[in-house]
């Protein structure tokens, strides 16, 4: 039979084994520069925070870019969910209305981003060339917005920049 004061003695040395041997796995924020240096490791890099998504900004001034004539051309004023466009002529002398209306402005970074905007029939229900379609479907894209223009039924794609 063993004594027991040799059975607390066996004991006493495991538990100073396991506590010596907890004391050299000490993760790496709690060693010492000396310590890192000795080992090649060092303290854990944080992550970078992602950054919030930010929607594209689509409020202001807009004026097509790709007109065929120095004389005409389009432009359009969005607010955070209104667009209004319209037919520039004459040099800028005559503007005519073409499409105003609402629309939800976007909440993500997605791109192409397209939405539909709904017709303000009282805005555009006395002017002659404007659109008469429910709806429009805008596209932003590459810092560009484009949709379709149907005039005597032929369509073009009218792009424009901020201005």
């Given at each position: 039979m063993i004594p027991k004061k040799a059975l607390v003695a066996v004991a006493a040395a495991g538990a100073i084994v396991v506590l010596l041997a907890g004391c050299s796995t000490l993760s790496t924020s709690e060693k010492t520069p000396e310590a890192v240096r000795a080992t090649g490791?060092?303290?854990?890099?944080?992550?970078?925070?992602?950054?919030?998504?930010?929607?594209?900004?689509?409020?202001?001034?807009?004026?097509?870019?790709?007109?065929?004539?120095?004389?005409?051309?389009m432009t359009a004023t969005i607010t955070a969910n209104t667009i209004t466009a319209n037919f520039v002529t004459n040099g800028g002398d005559t503007t005519s209305l073409f499409w105003a209306g609402s629309f939800t402005p976007p909440s993500d970074?997605?791109?192409?981003?397209?939405?539909?905007?709904?017709?303000?029939?009282?805005?555009?229900?006395?002017?002659?060339?404007?659109?008469?379609?429910?709806?429009?479907?805008?596209s932003y894209e590459d810092?560009?917005?484009?949709?379709?223009?149907?005039?005597?039924?032929?369509?073009?794609?009218?792009r424009m920049s901020r201005e």
């Amino acid at each position: 039979m063993i004594p027991k004061k040799a059975l607390v003695a066996v004991a006493a040395a495991g538990a100073i084994v396991v506590l010596l041997a907890g004391c050299s796995t000490l993760s790496t924020s709690e060693k010492t520069p000396e310590a890192v240096r000795a080992t090649g490791t060092s303290s854990p890099t944080p992550s970078p925070t992602p950054e919030a998504v930010k929607p594209p900004e689509l409020a202001g001034e807009w004026k097509q870019n790709n007109s065929a004539s120095a004389d005409g051309w389009m432009t359009a004023t969005i607010t955070a969910n209104t667009i209004t466009a319209n037919f520039v002529t004459n040099g800028g002398d005559t503007t005519s209305l073409f499409w105003a209306g609402s629309f939800t402005p976007p909440s993500d970074d997605s791109s192409p981003y397209v939405w539909t905007s709904s017709r303000d029939e009282a805005a555009t229900e006395s002017a002659l060339l404007a659109s008469t379609d429910a709806t429009k479907d805008f596209s932003y894209e590459d810092s560009e917005i484009s949709f379709p223009v149907t005039i005597a039924g032929s369509t073009a794609t009218v792009r424009m920049s901020r201005e």
